[in-house]
């Protein structure tokens, strides 16, 4: 059983600060940008950002699996093109917590990849953005994800590749730059957590039973690469 225990948008928290505490911060502050089906308008990377592998056909249900997607919010933007896709979002339990009451028949929220994947069926495309990054071990998630799920096919955005061997940083922030949507408290305040750089080579290898199909900077955030793997027997 492979458990997600930090993501994109919870695995951001203070140092003197409780996870839980910060999780369920950072979990309303997403919430409420999922919560209507207008884009919310924010600065940074996710701004202009449309999911465009995650357009198809209206005529079937295709399955996606979100690694990190918050409460959503990637959901909302791929509906449009594609109003019957079902969605399974991979989050913390903070996060899987919170978003709960935005779930529906097409939406649902897991901090297990195995459980996401048996509610989905067959997975056609596992998407990621930003998130990798922050998991205690990238290269053994991709390998579990690969594994456990399966799918058709992988893209991965905002993948920050090292030059050589793979590295981790300690990233400030403020609260109100970790995703969309309106802040839970009054006051804004600073937040550190831990980023990998990643080895290109480690990241690549550890999709086995994938074909990398595509690569290249991902101009949404500078150093960052962009990745597609489809699966070899698909």
Not at 11 to 23: G, K, L, S, T, V
Not at 28 to 53: C, F, H, M, T, W
Not at 148 to 168: L, T
Not at 195 to 210: D, K, L, Q
Request: charged share 25%; aromatic share 10%; with cysteine.
């Amino acid at each position: 059983m492979l458990v997600i225990v930090s993501t994109w948008y919870c695995n951001h928290r203070h140092r003197d600060q409780p996870a839980y505490e910060f999780d369920t911060e950072v979990a309303s502050q997403a919430v409420s940008a999922s919560r209507g089906d207008r884009r919310i308008q924010k600065r940074g990377a996710d701004r202009d950002y449309l999911p465009e592998n995650c357009c198809f056909s209206t005529n079937r249900r295709a399955a996606v699996l979100d690694f990190g997607g918050g409460a959503g919010i990637h959901y909302k933007l791929a509906r449009q093109q594609s109003p019957g896709i079902r969605w399974a979002v991979v989050e913390t339990s903070a996060m899987v917590y919170r978003a709960s009451e935005l779930a529906t028949d097409q939406l649902m929220f897991f901090d297990d990849v195995e459980k996401a994947a048996d509610w989905l069926g067959s997975i056609d495309l596992i998407h990621s953005n930003g998130a990798i990054q922050y998991v205690d071990d990238p290269i053994g998630t991709v390998k579990a994800l690969c594994a456990a799920a399966r799918a058709a096919k992988m893209v991965w955005y905002r993948v920050p590749i090292s030059d050589g061997a793979a590295k981790a940083e300690v990233q400030t922030s403020l609260l109100s730059d970790n995703g969309p949507g309106q802040m839970p408290t009054a006051k804004d305040k600073l937040v550190k957590y831990e980023r990998h750089w990643i080895s290109e080579s480690a990241f690549v290898a550890a999709h086995e039973g994938y074909c990398s199909t595509e690569q290249g900077p991902d101009p949404r955030e500078r150093g960052s690469q962009q990745f597609s793997f489809a699966r070899i027997d698909s």
